[in-house]
């Protein structure tokens, strides 16, 4: 039995070769496919989670609003001087500065996950492209350890 005119042993051990070596680089395709996807997951996350912290601090803005207008109301109708009275300034101010702190810390703590966040999905990018280049390099060690059996074959060494 013959295909062309190769014999079945080498024949076979081409195809072999040539199915191992396309099944490594498959293998690094989906690898870095995967990892592409994973790292997309990844931002997905951190856009979600500036979305949430602009919501928080949103709310917290709201809540700062709602209980000034509170506490001068309640002022007001306690007979003080809300202009001129400057305990209820310094009230004010005290307030003013405890939400800029919260704002603050919500800023801080959403650019520490985004950072965190980009690095995983740079992480993850990284790897994927490790994997298809290890599968490259693989399937043409594959392919060259193939031929070289296939010389020795062919030739009867």
Do not use: C, H, W
């Not at 293998?27 to 997905?44: L, S």
């Not at 994927?128 to 280049?133: D, E, P, Q």
């Amino acid at each position: 039995f013959r295909v062309g005119n190769i014999m079945p042993f080498p024949f076979l051990l081409l195809a072999s070769t040539a199915i191992s070596a396309g099944g490594q680089i498959m293998g690094g395709m989906a690898a870095k496919a995967e990892a592409d996807a994973a790292a997309f997951d990844t931002e997905i996350e951190r856009t979600q989670n500036e979305v949430s912290a602009m919501q928080q601090a949103a709310a917290r803005r709201d809540e700062y609003d709602m209980a000034t207008q509170a506490n001068i109301a309640m002022f007001s109708a306690a007979g003080r001087d809300i202009g001129s009275d400057r305990s209820i300034e310094a009230f004010l101010s005290k307030q003013k500065e405890v939400a800029a702190q919260d704002l603050g810390r919500i800023a801080d703590q959403t650019a520490a996950q985004s950072s965190a966040y980009e690095r995983r999905s740079s992480s993850q990018r990284t790897a994927g492209r490790n994997a298809r280049t290890a599968s490259l390099i693989g399937a043409a060690g594959t392919a060259t350890t193939g031929l070289y059996k296939y010389n020795q074959v062919k030739t009867g060494e």
